[in-house]
């Protein structure tokens, strides 16, 4: 199998170069990301390869399809940037659903951690020798409420690590999990109560911009608002509204709405086009980080074995178990 990889990082090549041999697949690197204009890079590939920041849309699935291209390997596991309506009897669409939650969830914490403790701003004061604490008092999070969107499995593995720190736990999902130590609540009821909160859900059409105007203002004053998922679950100017009326503790975001030509690239150089981003950075209970949470030695290695055996299945006519379907949209 010919598979053409796009947006490749020097991270990428480590474990999907290797592992590619092993399968005895021939993989074309591509630094560019997939859109409407590298999409032609496919052409006499069998596969292509993509990760969060590429895109699918109805128009390149029928450009793939008539270079006869046979799949999409997402190295992730949402699936929000493919047409998955327009792939239907075209393309087959695998992805991987769960490579660690817990490099997500350990990542979510070390940011709430973070803007809540301020260790981030302290460790650059005392690289100048300045040993002021003013500004940067926190809260104790024992016996605090928590609130977790999302229980799949980076959310339990999230209530985990709140129950190890003695908070009580709240959680909304659609589809609630039995025997968690967490208690499952409207999520009016989640906003209104949570000292904490943190998305764990897909973006789907239900999803997006579940935390908005609205939802902020249920939220208590000093909130802390954590979102390792998707960037578009948050209306970012309700976001920006509601950091200038003071109403959060603290925000981390490893993710953004606009993310797309930016995270994954070094742009310091670069005149920042973006003025929602920009104004995000500038406050000081703000964390911004690129889209990291699944970055671990750990996971990088899971999700290339997964991506891998998926095209294995493809190619061999085996059960394709992470196969996307439209009925998953919702």
């Given at each position: 199998m010919k598979i053409a990889f796009y947006g490749t990082k020097p991270y990428d090549r480590v474990w999907f170069e290797p592992m590619g041999k092993e399968y005895g697949f021939d993989i074309h690197f591509i630094e560019a990301s997939c859109s409407q204009e590298t999409v032609f890079m496919a052409k006499g590939c069998d596969a292509i390869c993509i990760f969060?920041?590429?895109?699918?849309?109805?128009?390149?699935?029928?450009?793939?399809?008539?270079?006869?291209?046979k799949a999409i390997l997402l190295r992730s596991a949402g699936f929000n940037n493919v047409d998955v309506k327009a792939a239907e009897d075209?393309?087959?669409?695998?992805?991987v659903p769960s490579y660690s939650p817990e490099a997500v969830a350990e990542f979510s914490m070390a940011m709430l951690l973070t803007v809540n403790r301020l260790t981030h701003k302290a460790y650059n004061r005392t690289?100048?020798?300045?040993?002021?604490?003013?500004g940067l008092m926190g809260i104790d999070l024992f016996e605090k409420t928590a609130g977790v969107i999302g229980t799949g499995?980076?959310?339990?593995?999230?209530?985990?690590?709140l129950n190890g720190f003695q908070m009580h736990v709240l959680c909304y999902d659609p589809f609630p999990v039995e025997g968690l130590e967490a208690e499952y609540v409207s999520l009016?009821?989640?906003f209104?109560?949570?000292?904490?909160?943190s998305l764990h859900c897909p973006l789907n059409s239900d999803t997006r911009h579940i935390i908005n105007k609205e939802a902020i203002a249920m939220m208590k004053k000093g909130v802390y608002l954590v979102n390792t998922s998707r960037g578009a679950l948050i209306d970012t100017q309700a976001l920006i509204d509601g950091m200038l009326e003071g109403k959060f503790g603290g925000v981390g975001l490893d993710v953004y709405e606009e993310e797309e030509g930016v995270f994954y690239e070094d742009r310091s150089n670069d005149i920042i086009m973006d003025?929602?981003?920009?104004?995000?950075v500038t406050f000081p209970n703000m964390l911004v980080t690129s889209h990291m949470g699944f970055f671990t030695r750990e996971a990088m290695q899971a999700i290339a074995k997964t991506t891998l055996e998926n095209a294995y299945a493809l190619e061999n006519g085996l059960p394709l178990v992470n196969?996307?379907?439209r009925e998953m949209l919702s």
């Open positions: 969060v920041n590429d895109y699918v849309n109805a128009g390149m699935i029928d450009t793939l399809y008539e270079m006869n291209v075209k393309i087959v669409i695998l992805r690289r100048d020798f300045n040993m002021s604490l003013n499995k980076i959310g339990q593995a999230m209530i985990r690590i009016d009821k989640l209104q109560s949570a000292d904490v909160i003025d929602n981003l920009a104004r995000l196969q996307v379907g």
